[in-house]
């Protein structure tokens, strides 16, 4: 009787054991995941605005080179 108790806590112990590595792993590959995500769509829109901004620029420089110097 008492070894069975001892196998029914034992069994318990790694049941529990398990599903908190199982959730730590979960949770350790969620957060990786939401931060890739997060620096890739942060990285886009900073090339993003970075080309559309460096594209704006040039477009005013040729409209103010040609305003001055071709008039």
């Not at 949770?27 to 890739?36: C, F, L, S």
């Not at 993003?48 to 594209?55: I, T």
């Amino acid at each position: 009787m008492n070894l069975k108790l001892h196998l029914k806590e034992t069994l318990v112990v790694v049941v529990v054991e398990v599903v908190v590595v199982v959730v730590v792993v979960v949770v350790v590959v969620v957060v990786v995941v939401v931060a890739v995500v997060v620096v890739v769509v942060v990285f886009s829109f900073f090339l993003f605005f970075f080309f559309y901004y460096h594209y704006f620029f040039f477009v005013i420089t040729l409209l103010l080179l040609q305003k001055y110097c071709y008039l």
